[in-house]
């Protein structure tokens, strides 16, 4: 029961697998949230598992759901007993330009992206007070701040998330709670398929970049392990972009 418990929603592939094995790797057990293809989900869970000697609890849960969310965590407590990082990671949105996003599609890239985040932590709190504390890290992108063809919808979910991480660091700092977010540039995970310019942002971005190459998922996990660290807690309320630099050039 000594042993610290990360949770990672959207855990089991992409930036967030790519964070989950880095908490893994440093000793921490995971719940690994997922809401389809459950197959790719054990296969991460068996992948972790055998590399890094940890446990690996996997959970099916729509984060876009208040009842849900509720199962998510009691699922939590009743496996490990306590919760020590919570990582913001599951995503979705549709990819439509202005003119012809409905409201449905509005609802679903707000409640996934932002709703979400507001009540996993508020039940994240719950657990860490048991244990003193813990760390909070939201999933960002360059779309809160920059304009992205089609990204309206999820542009304003992603610029909602780094309010709600200023809030969060605010609120739950008396609870010993550290809350902060990543942003990424260009990074080639399976989201990015949904763009019909991908190979054109990534060739793009490759390019221009001043660090000579895109962003790779470890790099997020690195900094967003980094931000649950003793050496972070004084950065809070923070959206550290993680882009090599890109988006520091003019157009």
């Not at 942003?183 to 971005?205: M, Q, W």
């Amino acid at each position: 029961m000594d042993k610290k418990v990360a949770l990672v929603t959207g855990g089991t592939r992409g930036i967030g697998r790519a964070i989950a094995e880095k908490f893994a790797a440093n000793g921490y057990d995971l719940v690994l949230n997922f809401m389809r293809k459950r197959s790719a989900a054990q296969e991460a869970k068996e992948a972790i598992e055998s590399a890094y000697g940890v446990r690996v609890h996997l959970v099916k849960a729509n984060v876009g759901e208040r009842e849900q969310i509720q199962a998510l965590f009691a699922e939590v407590a009743n496996t490990f007993g306590r919760l020590d990082v919570f990582i913001n990671n599951a995503a979705s949105g549709v990819m439509r330009p202005l003119m012809e996003i409905e409201e449905s599609h509005w609802d679903w890239t707000q409640n996934i992206n932002a709703k979400a985040y507001l009540f996993c932590a508020q039940e994240a709190a719950k657990l860490m007070q048991k244990t003193g504390g813990g760390a909070i890290v939201g999933v960002s992108s360059i779309g809160s701040i920059r304009t992205l063809p089609n990204y309206v919808a999820v542009g304003v979910s992603k610029a909602a998330v780094e309010a709600i991480t200023r809030y969060l660091a605010v609120e739950l700092a008396p609870m010993g709670i550290v809350v902060n977010a990543v942003s990424g540039g260009a990074v080639d995970t399976d989201a990015l398929k949904h763009f019909p310019n991908r190979e054109e942002i990534l060739e793009t971005a490759k390019k221009r970049n001043p660090a000579g190459r895109i962003v790779e998922p470890r790099d997020l996990a690195e900094v967003a392990y980094f931000l649950c660290t003793p050496a972070a807690s004084m950065i809070r309320g923070q959206t550290i972009i993680v882009d090599g630099g890109l988006t520091l050039l003019a157009e």
